[in-house]
């Protein structure tokens, strides 16, 4: 397998294995209790019950995770509260996707249960995954890696703003 340099992966690696489940609960409780560390988290936005923050392993540059701030592993243990505003998030995000990187479409879902793909299946968490037309290649199929085509950073910096922008015109 061949390798692509991804700089922002290594300061999580060294801390812990990727594939650690209980690393990643706790990150997701770490980053939901510090509000002083939201850019270097990537949290774009916190709300009451959830809070939103890019992925660090994206599927796509842009993909953004909602995470309640309680940490539950099923979508029944949240409160209704939980729920809806883990609902509304969906449409926040794919505004502000929409506004600062103008996809042409959405994957949005969630992986509940280890058998279902969860990485994390301690603390539930909704995927929201912009796409472009013509974004698969054959780079994931033939050589086991994925090409994300901007720095966390810069997609951080221009969701950040859409955040904002959305924010002032409410």
Not at 59 to 64: E, K, R, S, T, V
Not at 73 to 95: G, K, P, Y
Not at 109 to 119: E, S
Request: net charge negative; glycine share 8%; with cysteine.
């Amino acid at each position: 397998m061949k390798r692509m340099w991804s700089p922002w992966r290594s300061q999580h690696i060294e801390r812990v294995g990727a594939d650690d489940e209980e690393y990643g609960a706790d990150l997701f409780r770490s980053i939901g209790s510090d509000r002083s560390k939201d850019e270097e988290n990537l949290v774009i936005w916190r709300g009451s019950h959830v809070f939103v923050v890019l992925n660090l392993y994206p599927y796509n540059n842009g993909h953004l995770l909602i995470v309640p701030y309680r940490p539950v592993a099923n979508f029944c243990d949240l409160t209704v509260d939980e729920q809806v505003e883990l609902a509304t998030s969906i449409d926040r995000c794919m505004r502000w996707l929409d506004t600062a990187l103008r996809p042409d479409g959405y994957n949005v879902g969630m992986n509940i249960g280890k058998a279902a793909g969860a990485g994390i299946p301690g603390h539930i968490h909704t995927h929201v995954i912009p796409r472009w037309a013509g974004d698969t290649n054959f780079m994931p199929l033939v050589a086991d890696i994925r090409v994300v085509p901007e720095s966390m950073a810069d997609t951080f910096r221009k969701l950040k703003r859409a955040v904002i922008q959305s924010d002032s015109n409410s």
